[in-house]
T-cell receptor
Framework: AQSVTQLDSQVPVFEEAPVELRCNYS??????LFWYVQYPNQGLQLLLK??????LVKGINGFEAEFNKSQTSFHLRKPSVHISDTAEYFC????????????FGDGTTLTVKP | EAEVAQSPRYKITEKSQAVAFWCDPI?????LYWYRQILGQGPELLVQ????????DSQLPKDRFSAERLKGVDSTLKIQPAELGDSAMYLC????????????FGPGTRLTVT
């Protein structure tokens, strides 16, 4: 069975500061990893994904993430955040077993303060 | 840009009543997902369809929940009877195929059971 742990439930940060949102996963097979963002009362939107190849993945809105197989981590980073980045962020894992079922973490609330 | 449509956006119902949600995925997407998202948690998969077939409904409370995707296009999720603990956001998502394909989410239906 696969699982996802988002290590921080809330991350407050000042505008223009860097941020890292941490995600660890567990799975017995090769995985595909995703980060989604959710704004209040909306659905989730894909930020970036890792399927294979380069371990550094770049996404939308200036976000990037690094896949670390040995540490089973997929941390999300942004060098300089904006007020508009305030949202809930979810890490998710899926694989090609079990019909490709995706498992989501419980989310990290990023609050960017002026 | 194609989007996943869901209706209604908000639903208030009394316990023991029946309620239904509708989802229209992006055209051409074979895989459709229904998730339940309780406040402060990540989405939990209720049911996954591949075309018109259910491939995973292990977390669907089958005594009160049902889901169908008769023609392999749009889908309906029903709850009968609704219970107070069913209050949550119900998200529909679709993807081109299962596994390593990103999921596109609809705006969700916010259900409140009184």
């Amino acid at each position: 069975a696969q699982s996802v742990t988002q290590l921080d439930s809330q991350v407050p940060v000042f505008e223009e500061a860097p941020v890292e949102l941490r995600c660890n996963y567990s799975s017995s097979v090769s995985v595909y990893l995703f980060w989604y963002v959710q704004y209040p009362n909306q659905g989730l939107q894909l930020l970036l994904k890792y399927l294979s190849g380069s371990t550094l993945v770049k996404g939308i809105n200036g976000f990037e993430a690094e896949f670390n197989k040995s540490q089973t981590s997929f941390h999300l980073r942004k060098p300089s955040v904006h007020i508009s980045d305030t949202a809930e962020y979810f890490c998710a894992v899926s694989d090609n077993t079990n019909a490709g079922k995706s498992t989501f973490g419980d989310g990290t609330t990023l609050t960017v303060k002026p | 840009e194609a989007e996943v449509a869901q209706s209604p956006r908000y639903k208030i119902t009394e316990k023991s009543q029946a309620v239904a949600f509708w989802c229209d995925p992006i055209s051409g997407h074979a895989t459709l997902y229904w998730y339940r998202q309780i406040l402060g948690q990540g989405p939990e998969l209720l049911v996954q369809f591949q075309d018109e077939s259910v491939v995973d409904d292990s977390q669907l409370p089958k005594d009160r929940f049902s889901a169908e995707r008769l023609k392999g296009v749009d889908s309906t999720l029903k709850i009968q009877p609704a219970e107070l603990g069913d209050s949550a956001m119900y998200l529909c998502a679709s993807s081109f195929f299962q596994g390593n394909y990103e999921q596109y989410f609809g705006p969700g239906t916010r259900l409140t059971v009184t």
